[in-house]
């Protein structure tokens, strides 16, 4: 049965700081894997969707990776901002096209 | 457009007690579903539907009840409330069942069962 984690659970940084998220899984047959941020009182809102086939995505600053035989993927955020304090969540499909999903890393970027 | 909403945002319930936790969306989504979200875990799926008229069981069906009478609504039932189902309850949707499709998340619905 696939199991996601993600540690650690809650990291603080100071602003303008280079950051990595790290998401692992057990079952490297994936079909792709997903990034999620969750804000207080909020939906979450989908970030980045890395295919099975791809290593990597961008969007502005944020970059995923995707290592399908270490099964790992990082989310790399450039130059933090405060706007950026938020939970972050990665999720994969089953076989049945249900997410599995991380537990998330609560992100604070102190300004 | 709205996306996807969820009412009531907070409640609380005594054990024992029944409330439907409502879900809408109006993007003609095809897929919806319901998931909760316990401290330290990841977000679980309760029940899903992939039309109007279906629908199937998740990964922590028992307790709850669903129905998908229109595309736009999914309300979710608890039948007879334990304190095991104090959670954040979010909806989602998307235009299909799919690994690649983006899901839609509504705002949560916080439930304390006292």
């Known amino acids: 049965k696939q199991e996601v984690t993600q540690i650690p659970a809650a990291l603080s940084v100071p602003e303008g700081e280079n950051l990595v998220l790290n998401c692992s899984f057990t079952d490297s047959a994936i079909y792709n894997l997903q990034w999620f941020r969750q804000d207080p009182g909020k939906g979450l809102t989908s970030l980045l969707l890395i295919q099975s086939s791809q290593r990597e995505q961008t969007s502005g600053r944020l970059n995923a990776s995707l290592d399908k035989s270490s099964g790992r993927s990082t989310l790399y955020i450039a130059a933090s901002q405060p706007g950026d304090s938020a939970t972050y969540l990665c999720?994969?499909?089953?076989?049945?096209?249900?997410?599995?999903w991380g537990a998330g890393t609560k992100l604070i970027i102190k300004p | 457009n709205a996306g996807v909403t969820q009412t009531p945002k907070f409640q609380v319930l005594k054990t024992g007690q029944s409330m439907t936790l409502q879900c809408a969306q109006d993007?003609?989504?095809?897929?919806m579903s319901w998931y909760r979200q316990d401290p330290g875990m990841g977000l679980r799926l309760i029940h899903y539907?992939?039309?109007?008229?279906?629908?199937d069981q998740g990964e922590v069906p028992n307790g709850y009840n669903v129905s998908r009478s229109t595309t736009e609504d999914f309300p979710l039932r608890l039948l007879s409330a334990a304190p095991s189902q104090t959670s954040v309850y979010f909806c989602a949707s998307s235009y299909v069942r799919s690994s690649t499709d983006t899901q839609y998340f509504g705002p949560g619905t916080r439930l304390t069962v006292l």
């Open positions: 999720a994969v499909p089953d076989s049945n096209y249900q997410l599995i």
């Open positions: 539907s992939v039309g109007a008229g279906i629908t």
């Open positions: 993007m003609n989504h095809e897929y």
